[in-house]
């Protein structure tokens, strides 16, 4: 699928502050579409996970942009992959009747984001055969 002029870059974001599945029902608004058709449909979600997910989608983007030793074409940046997993679960204690503490724990999210981008094509100068026939008379 991937040929010689696609390059890839990925970021993650751990210990976001939100339950996996409701962080992945914003991932899925994201998945397979361009970086910037992503990244206009998150800010326009009222969900508490979309900043999250945006925040990692622009950082993916901008590894690919910045670090890759090639020239990205920032209009052919697409989602090539993005998953929520569960993160790390902190336990709490919140207090009850009759003196007691009854456990709770809360969850956290980590988000992982793959961006591929396609190679600017670098233009070729094209030499004009009629300037060529003009230096050689001036010669």
């Given at each position: 699928m991937a040929d010689k002029n696609t390059h890839f870059a990925h970021a993650v974001i751990k210990g976001v502050d939100s339950q996996p599945r409701k962080t992945a029902v914003v991932a899925s608004l994201a998945r397979d579409r361009y970086v910037s058709d992503a990244v206009v449909i998150?800010?326009?979600?009222p969900r508490r996970a979309a900043r999250a997910v945006r925040k990692a989608i622009e950082s993916a983007a901008a590894n690919l942009l910045n670090n890759s030793e090639v020239s990205i074409d920032p209009q052919s940046l697409r989602i090539a992959r993005i998953s929520v997993t569960?993160?790390?679960?902190?336990?709490?204690?919140?207090?009850?009747?009759?003196?007691?503490a009854l456990p709770f724990e809360k969850i956290s999210s980590n988000i992982f984001v793959e961006v591929a981008g396609e190679e600017k094509v670098k233009k070729a100068a094209a030499k004009n055969p009629a300037s060529d026939t003009k230096e050689k008379e001036k010669k």
């Open positions: 998150l800010e326009n979600t569960a993160g790390t679960r902190m336990r709490r204690y919140v207090p009850a009747s009759r003196g007691r």
